[in-house]
């Protein structure tokens, strides 16, 4: 699973968040490779809840963490936004929580929360003092049984939702480039359009549609129910099935068949903004979902290629020719789907042909020639690193063994996997180069700056 998005990644999934203010509940016992393994008890209750629990005496802390099976992915083509938008609908209070009340019991308990969307996910986390813990249960039971969906919350979101489009997309310098290259490169399949929506469907949705979402989405048979922290685990039982054990079972939920078609051409597309600050090339293929056995590999040439300054796309753009000011190979693997691809940020006056045949250089070297030997156990340093500083609190933890319940089937995951990365070979990483990017499949965006009068 990759963990360490990068810069440019990180900005673009801001889309995604609501923001709250958001100080971690940290816990500086991290597990080390070859040390202790994360424990945990997990089990279903009878309406299809998964539930997780993970103890963790070391601070007095306990996160609440639930992942609900639904993201953009799920809307129709007509509704995008859906699921995005629900992540704001359910902080709106429910029939017993009074509007705009849930942030402000949280963090007067002394704790913090905070949710996003995907397009696989929308997940919400709760994290509070060891004494206040049975709230974010009372919370999240609250908002899965009966969340308040009326007129009033629905017409507050749609205006919230709208301003935050505004703010993250079509107002900032590469704003659309999240939305151009999931169009582009994922063409054709639900996952062609991005978490954030668009004003016309949101605005055409009736409440019923919000409501008939809520119902299909929102239910304990297409969640998961993480707890961790410093929690004791038949305690935890007790109260989880007193909140979620009544909660009715939904009705089975239809998943979409995601179908992404075969790219036989390159294809290339200009943007021309009046806000694109410098010139800029992003290079995206098709690639794999993230159980895929060549995801790995391919994580890993994301990271010979930009990872720190001695990577190669740093070297050559940044550091020798100082072509570009930026520059980042990204995995982005999604349940069912996924995309590789390469962003550069031009320096002033610098054409983007030059970053395109720069990047096409380096990409050929690698397919051709093989990754050396001392790039080989960098990043394998690399993974081993990440994974030793991945689970150093409780919130990330209950997140990790969610996650991977839901899209591995195998919450175990959490303890082995990092051993998986480690059975790639170079010759993978040559094999993956050759055989995923390649310029028969590519996609290209520019960004041009816009000529001064």
């Known amino acids: 699973m990759v963990r360490k998005l990068s810069f440019f990644i990180a900005a673009l999934f801001t889309l995604m968040f609501i923001a ?39 601070a007095p802390v306990v996160s609440s963490y639930v992942l609900y099976h639904v993201g953009s992915k799920n809307e129709k083509n007509d509704r995008t936004g859906f699921a995005h938008f629900f992540e704001h609908l359910m902080f709106e209070g429910s029939e017993n929580i009074r509007r705009g009340q849930i942030d402000k019991l949280i963090s007067g308990a002394g704790g913090n929360l905070n949710a ?26 609250e908002r899965m049984l ?34 151009t290259i999931f169009s582009t490169v994922l063409d054709s399949s639900s996952y062609s359009w991005t978490p954030i929506g668009s ?54 939920v239809e998943r979409p068949k ?12 200009r943007v021309e903004k009046d806000n694109t600050p410098l010139p800029a090339t992003l290079h995206g293929w098709k690639s794999v979902a993230q159980t895929h056995p060549d995801a790995k590999a391919l994580e890993m040439l994301s990271n010979v290629l930009s990872s720190g300054n001695s990577s190669r796309l740093n070297q050559t753009l940044v550091q020798n020719t100082q072509v570009a000011v930026q520059v980042q190979a990204f995995p982005f693997f999604l349940e069912d789907a996924g995309m590789n691809g390469v962003f550069a940020v031009g320096n ?25 030997e001392e790039e080989f156990q960098k990043v394998r340093n690399q993974i081993e690193s990440q994974y030793a500083s991945s689970f150093g609190t409780v919130q990330s933890r209950a997140r990790e063994l969610a996650n991977y319940y839901v899209f591995y089937g195998n919450t175990n995951l959490i303890n082995t996997e990092v051993d998986e990365y480690m059975k790639v070979t170079r010759e ?17 965006i520019h960004y041009t700056v816009k000529k001064r009068d």
């Not at 996003?116 to 039971?141: C, M, R, V």
């Not at 969640?223 to 007193?242: H, S």
């Not at 993978?428 to 290209?444: G, H, P, T």
């Open 348 to 372: 002033s006056g610098v054409n983007v042909e030059t970053l395109d045949s720069l990047i096409s250089l380096e990409l050929e070297k690698i397919a051709g020639e093989g990754i050396t």
């Open 116 to 141: 996003s969307t995907s397009f696989d996910l929308t997940d919400y986390y709760i994290n509070l003092p060891k004494n206040q813990w049975k709230l974010a249960l009372w919370i999240e039971s």
């Open 20 to 58: 709250f203010p958001l100080d971690l509940l940290a816990n500086d016992d991290q597990p080390k490779k070859g040390k202790n393994k994360i424990q945990f008890v997990e089990y279903d209750l009878p309406n299809g809840l998964h539930v997780i629990l993970h103890q963790d005496k070391a």
């Open 146 to 179: 009966h969340a308040k969906i009326d007129s009033g919350g629905v017409e507050t979101q749609r205006e919230v939702v709208k301003e935050e489009r505004r703010l993250r997309v079509d107002n900032r310098p590469y704003g659309t480039l999240f939305e």
């Open 428 to 444: 993978d990483i040559q094999r993956v180069a050759k055989k995923y990017f390649n310029k028969e499949s590519r996609n290209l």
């Open 199 to 252: 004003f016309q469907y949101i605005d055409k949705a009736t409440i019923d549609e919000f409501r008939d979402f809520y119902r299909a989405y929102y239910v304990p048979n297409n969640a998961t129910l993480c707890l961790a922290g410093d929690i004791d685990i038949e305690e935890a039982k007790k109260v989880i099935i007193e909140y979620f054990g009544s909660i009715p079972k939904g009705k089975p």
């Open 258 to 269: 995601v179908i992404v078609p075969m790219q036989f051409s390159p294809k290339e597309l």
